[in-house]
């Protein structure tokens, strides 16, 4: 048997004591799958008197992670502590420039620095692997990477927040209303007490980043990507889009637009018979659409300890084997910079909810408006009526331009008889 691949890990918690847990369980699978014993050697993180529940003795401990990148006993380096800045990226920083590989599942550090880091890497001839930035358990990367590669992917979308769609999963089984399921995930420990990351769309943006890249080929570009999370998703679009045969999710989204790149994570409604309609609570998906294969569906686990150190050892696997590919599956130096298309340009349709004073004219007041920004309705609700009450008007529109949507949305809000801002939320049809 070859020598063995000696890591160093950094980073102790959630995702590290998977690597720990998953590496004592299936070491014997691995040294046979690899031809090589994948031993941790030494670690880091922040307390050292802390119990993690796993067997740590004989191991070397490194106060300041960069140790782990010195260490002669450390074959490759495993950064798991996260952030996109700070001890993490300094410590990859380390190790690459020192031609050691690094695995990594730090989806905002790559998000931001994943060009440079890629450049870094190549010129010392280092791998640097991030199967589990994304999508958790989901070997999307390797996929896109790897599977796929014949393929000019024509778009690329996925539900890639587990909080976020356990959010909006249960708040469509319930009917109750944001907060209040909010409040119960993080109570189940579901989701994070600063949830801002998850429900704002930020650590899904940091992932379209990456799946972007690996589709396109373009740097990550976390700076291009339009961003809108769940907070404004409420009970009554739920149950409005079930009726018109949608469900709800927050997906990201990039294609190429003759504009150029599109990326795009906010809320769409998707028809309920898409696939990605049925990946539901924790779950995460990622579809991609390829000009040869058609649509690949990837569903699975998109976070926690077992799922993401299975991809964390899905990279180490590589590393053992000896196998390289570029990280993001072109050479650094061929990352182009694409044209941004601009969300004012995105075309596509619809849902458009508005509370009304119930009088004659209202609609009529709307649609004028509409048709003025060449937008034209597809479907329309009106509940009940209630004389001089405010009642709910909810329509679908069908192709429209977003710069002229959004006029008519504002144009809409000036009227009489609107009592509170339209609420809109984009469609996918995801047929073609
Ligand atoms: N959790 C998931 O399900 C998941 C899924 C996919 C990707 N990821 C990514 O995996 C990475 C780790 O996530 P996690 O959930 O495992 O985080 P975590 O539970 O918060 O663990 C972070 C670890 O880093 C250590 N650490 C923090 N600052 C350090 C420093 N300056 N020097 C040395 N060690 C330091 C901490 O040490 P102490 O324990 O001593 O405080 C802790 O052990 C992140 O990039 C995250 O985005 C996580």
Known sequence: MAEPLRIGLAGLGTVGVGVVRLIAANGDLLAQRTGRQLRITAVSARDRAR????????????????????????????????????????????????????????????????????????????????????????????????????????????????????????????????????????????????????????????????????????????????????????????????????????????????????????????????????????????????????NVVHEGRGAGAGPTASAVLADLVDIARGSRVPTFGVPAAALSDHPIAPMAAHVGSYYIRLLVTDRPGVLADVSAVLRDHDVSIEALIQRGRNPDQPVPIVLTTHEAVEAQMTGALARIALLDSVIEPPRMIRIERLAD
């Open 51 to 294: 119990d993690r529940g796993v067997d740590l003795s004989g191991l070397r401990w490194h106060d300041d992670p960069r140790g782990l990148a010195e260490d002669p006993e450390v074959d490759v380096v495993c950064e798991l502590i996260g952030g996109a800045e700070g001890p993490a990226l300094e410590l990859c920083r380390e190790a690459l420039a020192r031609g050691k590989p690094v695995v990594t599942a730090n989806k905002a550090m790559l998000a931001m620095h994943g060009a440079q880091l890629a450049t870094q890497a190549e010129r010392t001839g280092a791998a640097l692997a991030f199967e589990a930035a994304v999508a958790g358990g989901i070997p999307i990367v390797k996929s896109l990477r790897e599977g796929l590669a014949a393929n000019r992917v024509r778009r690329v979308y996925g539900i890639l927040n587990g909080t976020c769609n356990y959010i909006l999963t249960t708040m469509r089984e319930t009917g109750r209303d944001f907060a209040s399921v909010l409040a119960e995930a993080q109570a189940l420990g579901y989701a994070e007490a600063d949830s801002s990351f998850d429900v704002d769309g930020i650590d899904a943006a940091h992932k379209l980043a990456l799946l972007a890249t690996l589709a396109f080929g373009g740097r990550p570009r976390f700076d291009a990507i339009h961003v809108e999370g769940i907070r404004h998703v409420s009970a009554l679009d739920i149950s409005f889009a079930a009726e018109l045969g949608y469900r709800i999710k927050l997906l990201g989204l990039a294609r190429m637009t003759p504009n150029g790149l599109e990326q795009r994570l906010h809320p769409c409604m998707v028809p309920v018979s898409a696939p990605i309609a049925a990946v539901e609570g924790v779950f995460n998906g990622v579809v991609v659409d390829g000009d040869f294969v058609g």
